[in-house]
């Protein structure tokens, strides 16, 4: 009977989908912002200043008003946009200094880009040719490019009214907080002690431009009773939320819509200028406008990310114990702060220590203003800057000790049957294994194998040399813990809230407040419910991004949307049951104790009785019969607020071949095990990773946003700025274990970031490895064949000590030099 | 980024265009696959009054043998050319040459003639076609001529087409028999090259008895390692000899520096480069 009566779905989580959302996204049959086709629609073009630094003298429009089709020319003040204070939501200190931030400038332009007029046409066209015939009179200022130089006494000044180019220091301190010991002691004994050594880098985090694939676009139709913002943003809630606080608009009157969104990987986590110029022109003509920016706009003035320097010191003893770790980083605002733009550096305190056990730690993060474009999220946000800070010098210490790397991290990770673990930066990592994931990784890597061909090209003295390069990383995501953030100075909660509309067919509509923007949330979605409320997968529609159907949600970042976006469905789900179980038990005549709820039904135990959760949604729609004293409703809405971060975690092995004549670096191979907890869709996961690799792997290799002396960003174009493509890069061995998370019953963790994370330090560790041998120490990202060659060309003829004397008699060498301050001076890296 | 306006033409003959282009006066500029030209537009980096579009002529297209040269339209699609079983018979480098530009999008659209027109000196046709002694016809108001790959490439982005002239085709000699390697090198694969070498070698009896040798973006215009052809021909082949004679690749040029690249790492990059596209090709 049992196996008759077995029609229940199969079990939907875990289960390879393809993503529901594609079709209608690979065949161009979605909407985007830039596709709203309003009756009567205005066109705006921003004029921007081609100057890092100038005040702003006389702005003629004239000739630009008489461009057939132009409506308006509005400079800053025409329409408030100067006095317009853009929101930084994460005043990391209580002193941190703020830059007014206008959404267009009006007196002085702080970055080439800036805005400082606005057209208004019948047509794009029109608009873009009346911008060229704007004349803005600029007296030019000197700009403010180097943060060291920056900080320094009698710098130029990029806000003089804040009568300092710092804008806040952030300090943590193992000692100070009770958390473990002090690391100057630990440095300073180290110094001292026969057994230990000091190892002091210096990294340079590169500046870098998310490139989402959709171009930014606003879309602002005033004439309702609600206002009406259509943005191609991440972040629907939190805008609407802001443009309230922000311009003093009754938030019930806005509504802000995120259609489909075509990528966003941090880069549109804001407020944006341009969201606000266009709303204040709607205003102002009571007439729909719509503002879509260029690749080239885009590359220029949508915010950047990374961009640190990094000063790291290790204190390890000769058996490769870490003792003590001091964290010192600058990180470049640019012009102004961005929403979140000031904390991102601030989440990566929590991930210097890693997955080790790091028994005194500082962290002690300056950030800088400089007159280029601000930074702010990009895909990882202060985590993959960390990772990289500590997994680059766990090679660095592993080298000075002459051990092979993987067993200095094996001497100082958290053993699996130690967790949960709380750790030198205070946060509870719940679970992981890190043996398990590294076991699998360094078998499908054949990592002994690798290095047997790495020692048999050295031999040959082959022109490709093998280089093999780890990256053991966590993160913490799943943002946040309200509690947390609280403690943070944030300036929301992190929970998310999701409702469960059970419409009268049985069929689910599904409000979730995160805001997907190419994750494929809607098949993953629809997943845990079909699975939670036992309804077929095609029964469940998705809805999210419009502020009218999800009034209540903190959007989507911190790879939260499963491990707190997907625990609120579970909530909810849960909740559509309990309400459903009373009706259930009077519908079946039966008493509420004697029903379970299995694959969509509720049964009375020991018989064949039942009733199915979409016949009951049925039955309280037509709502004839139902039990006395409750709502004929079975609907439900949840709010989860997270106990913990979740900290997926990994081990990347990465090998590239070096090639000696022109130094390019070739991806030879690429394996990463990845601990993402439980997994909700494993095609969704892999794709996920894929494509966090390629960046990760793009920041080691390829990407980089220079500027100039004048403080003109160089690479204003994808000519300029070098993406990779497929072309470019491997087939990645990818695999999961999996140690499910024990703060959320789904014991999921995050997977939008982890690629991203991981990967850049696997590549540059794995390219000095290939080249360490000729007396390379270090070489910025991107490592680029120029810079490799480069670095190859300054080392020969050195008379650099050859890391092989190091590795053949470990502690000698380099080791033994590092306790005097010559390691520091004398490190390649600086 | 929307282009200033412009008037446009699609001609369906040579004719009709060399007229369109002389009643166009100095603003009219040839549109050919528009991937250099419609992100110039695009770019507003230039600005034209009317825009002739050779997309509509028929005539341009394709590939054809005329006696003992291979003649190639120059509205030829990439795409057409390397799939072109003459030319991977008879000039197998530009084969090779063409396989390497940009990307699969970039070369459906993209043509033999526009790219050569367009005479970027980081663009993959230039050097092939001079190492291969190619032939330019162009077409103006007084009929036809004929310019040597030599004359073709003046300057960056400069060729000895006329303001009021079309190139239609470009002639190739038969290589039959060659082995040829197109060296490229750069940062990722849709990217231009940084420096890139173009090697046509005749091996018979393990000796080199002839060899063309054609650099990208070593100079404004393509360069010819005559050095090298020289140093390579009756040589009995091997990689030493080969390495040797590469080391004269640099001579005569004189690269430029940028962010990818300082001029002493293009030498460098032509030597070593020249030695690889060498062996390779000579197989």
Known sequence: MTTVENSAPAQEIGRDRRRKEDRRLITGRTRWTDNQAITGLLHLSIVRSPFAHAEIGSIDTSAAKQVPGVVAVYTASDIGADAVQLPCAWPITKDMKSPQRPALAGSRVNFAGEGVAVVVARTAAAAKDAAELVEVDYSELAPVLDMEEALKEGATLVHPELGTNENAQWVFDSGEAGSGGSASEAIAAAEKADDQIVVRRRFRQQRLVPVFMEPRSTVVDPTGEQLVMWSSTQVPHILKTMLALTLGLPEHKVRVIAPDVGGGFGGKIAVAPEEVVTLLVAQKLGKPVKWTETRSESLLTAHHGRDQIQDLTVAVTKDGEIKGLDVKLLADMGAYLGLVGPGVPILGAFMFNAIYKIPAYRFDCTNVFTTKTLTDAYRGAGRPEATFGIERMMDEVAVELGMEPMELRKRNWIKHEEFPFTTVSTLTYDTGNYEAATDQAMSMFDYDGLRREQQERRDRGDVKQLGLGISTFTEMCGLAPSRVLGSLDYGAGGWETAAIRMLPTGKAEVVVGVSPHGQGHETAFSQIIADKLGIPFEDVEILHGDTQSSYRGLDTYGSRSLAVGGIAMVKAAEKVVEKARPIAAYMLEASEDDLEFTAGKFSVKGTDKGVGIQDIALAVFAAHDYPEGIEPDIDAHATFDPENFSYPHGTHLCAVEVDTETGFVQLYKYVCVDDVGTVINPLIVEGQVHGGLAQGIAQALFEDAPYDESGTLLSGTLVDYTLPSAADLISFDTANTSTPSTTNPLGVKGVGEAGTIASTPAVVNAVLDAVRQYGVKDIEMPTTPYRVWTALNSAKGTGAQSDEANVASPGAGLGSMAKSDSVKNQGGAL | ?283
């Open chain 2, 1 to 283: 980024m929307i282009p200033a306006s412009f008037d446009y033409v699609r001609p369906t003959s040579v004719a009709e265009a060399v007229q369109a282009l002389a009643d166009g006066g100095d603003d009219a500029k040839i549109l050919a696959g528009g991937q250099s030209f419609i992100p110039v537009l695009r770019l507003r980096m230039g600005d034209p009054s009317l825009v002739v579009d050779l997309g509509g002529i028929a005539e341009l297209r394709g590939v054809r043998e005329e006696g003992d040269k291979i003649v190639v339209g120059a509205m030829t699609t990439h795409h057409d050319v390397t799939r072109d079983d003459l030319l991977n018979q008879h000039v197998k480098l530009i084969s090779e040459a063409t396989k390497t530009v940009a990307d699969f999008q970039v070369r459906h659209r993209g043509t033999l003639g526009g790219a050569l027109a367009h005479a970027d000196p980081a663009g993959d046709l230039a050097a092939p076609t001079l190492a291969l002694d190619a032939e330019f016809v162009v077409a103006g108001p007084d009929g036809e001529r004929t310019v040597a790959s030599g004359d073709f490439f003046q300057d960056y982005f400069t060729t000895a087409i006329g303001p009021q002239e079309i190139l239609t085709a470009i002639r190739f000699p038969k290589y039959t028999g060659w082995g040829a390697r197109y060296e490229k090198f750069n940062r990722v694969a849709q990217a231009w090259s940084i420096v890139a070498v173009a090697a046509a070698v005749k091996v018979e009896g393990g000796s080199i008895t002839d060899a063309r040798i054609g650099l990208t973006n070593m100079a404004g215009v393509p360069v010819r390692a005559r050095g090298v052809e020289s140093a390579l021909v009756g040589q009995t082949m091997s990689e030493e000899t080969v390495r040797a004679a590469a080391q004269a690749a640099a001579e005569g040029t004189s690269p430029t520096s940028d962010a990818d690249a300082g001029s002493d790492y293009r030498e460098h990059l032509a030597k070593v480069l020249t030695g690889r596209a060498v062996l390779a090709a000579a197989g």
